[in-house]
């Protein structure tokens, strides 16, 4: 056995991990290598100083719970609800944003190509006659046009004093 | 630690039942979850600290950790032992935050003179008060600390799992999800790795 394998044995004994017979077969050796039987000593003084420096929490498990719950009902997470989020990952998130918006640009862009949807605007002011007239009302304006959907003449009359619009139709 | 992780005690030390607090924690009752977070709370705390070395890290991530584990255990199914579980789960969100710490002192570097020694850390606060720890020289503490710090996320988790916990190289394996192999050789390698540093002082 060398001396690489010999502390690696070692090691393995102090955490009670070697089998039985290796274990004998390590005590016979650590009897003709001194220098491993102080090794172990020093591993062991390490695994009581690993332990010496394990603090207890400066907070009590009751303490910690009401902390817990507290952040618990923040985030508004039941789970009696049993509520089912599927985040996405930030690469994945921008992805499926691009996705989103080329989806949008594409309906887009077939609407604009089909001949049953056109969305562009229509210049209703151009077809629309508008006419305004006198009236006896006081501090009024009114205004004539006919209606192209429904065929029927619309008065506008408008008063300045209280900015009222009133409608007529005939 | 008082009882070992397999057969933990609640605030009288008595036994507790954990299978049925867990059962009853999934159906969403938080007495029942309150229990299990009284009996475990001081060991998760304490791989914490071993893995961030700083207690108020430590608090903050005991405490997500404890969010964490309610929010997911619906996904513990029993197979195991809920301590290994709960290890696992604790140990990769230590994990997880040494990993974001670094990241974000590897940005602040110019701001540091030695990025792994920040004022705030190093030795635990509340160690310093400790009696037991008074025939302990800050040499040698701070050379301790200083070997820790030196030893991956990986190798001192996997150390603290051992000495602090005492957790088996097959539960340390189940709890990292790594191979038994690998678990000998961390442990080796860190204490290889802090004899040395201690000898150099010597």
Known sequence: MNPEKAARWLSMALDNELPEARRTQLERYLEQHPELVQLRQQWQQLGEHCRRTAPAPDQ????????????LRQQNAPREAHATILPLRPRWGWLAAAAAVLIMAGVWGWNLRSPSLDLRPIALADRTQVEWVETDLPDAMSMVYEDSTTGLTVIWVMTSD???????AG | ???????PVNRDD????VARLVHAAQGGDEQAFGELMQAYHARIYAV???MVRNADDARDVSQQVWIKVWSKLDTFKGDANFYTWLYR???FAGLDFIRRRDRRRETEISDALEPDRNADDIVPTSLTSRPDHAALSAEVQDVFEQALQTLSPEHRTTLILREVEGLSYDEIATVMKCRRGTVMSRIFYARKRIQQALEDLR
Do not use: C, F, K
């Not at chain 1, 009590?60 to 952040?71: F, I, S």
């Open chain 1, 162 to 168: 209280n900015g009222e619009e009133d409608e007529h």
């Open chain 2, 1 to 7: 630690m008082a009882a070992p992780a397999s057969n």
């Open chain 2, 89 to 91: 789960v604790a140990t």
């Open chain 1, 60 to 71: 009590t498990p009751a303490a910690a719970w009401q902390d817990v719950q507290r952040a």
């Open chain 2, 14 to 17: 008595e036994p507790i039942d």
């Open chain 2, 48 to 50: 914490l600290i071993g």
